[in-house]
């Protein structure tokens, strides 16, 4: 059973903007904190982004000022709004809890590129 399902990546030029979804079911969503991760080629992946319940955010100094999470309770989707980028966004991105995090999901790929 998917339990949560990226989207909204693709292939973008520097400067352009893109906003990631998250669908996640109930179960893993409802009253949790959830977070956006990233994995470039060759590097772990790692938390860029936390919105918690109540929708307080936290950032990664890498993203900061750049990047805007947001979530949709009665939808049980996070988004990622992901404006101003470079080539080094590029990575596979995803989301789950933002701890004790569930199965993952496939991700969605974000290239930026000329």
């Known amino acids: 059973q998917v339990q949560l399902v990226e989207s909204g990546g693709g292939l973008v030029q520097p400067g352009g903007s893109l906003r990631l979804s998250c669908a996640a079911s109930?179960?893993?969503?409802?009253?949790?904190?959830m977070g956006w991760y990233r994995q470039a080629p060759g590097k772990q992946r790692g938390m860029i982004a936390s919105?918690?319940?109540?929708?307080?955010?936290n950032y990664a100094d890498s993203v900061k000022g750049r990047f805007t999470i947001s979530r949709d309770n009665a939808k049980n989707t996070v988004y990622l709004q992901m404006n101003s980028l470079k080539p080094e966004h590029t990575a596979v991105y995803y989301c789950?809890?933002?701890?004790?995090?569930?199965?993952w999901g496939q991700g969605t790929r974000v290239t930026v590129s000329s």
């Open positions: 789950n809890r933002a701890c004790s995090r569930a199965s």
């Open positions: 109930g179960s893993i969503f409802s009253g949790q904190a």
């Open positions: 919105i918690t319940s109540g929708g307080s955010t």
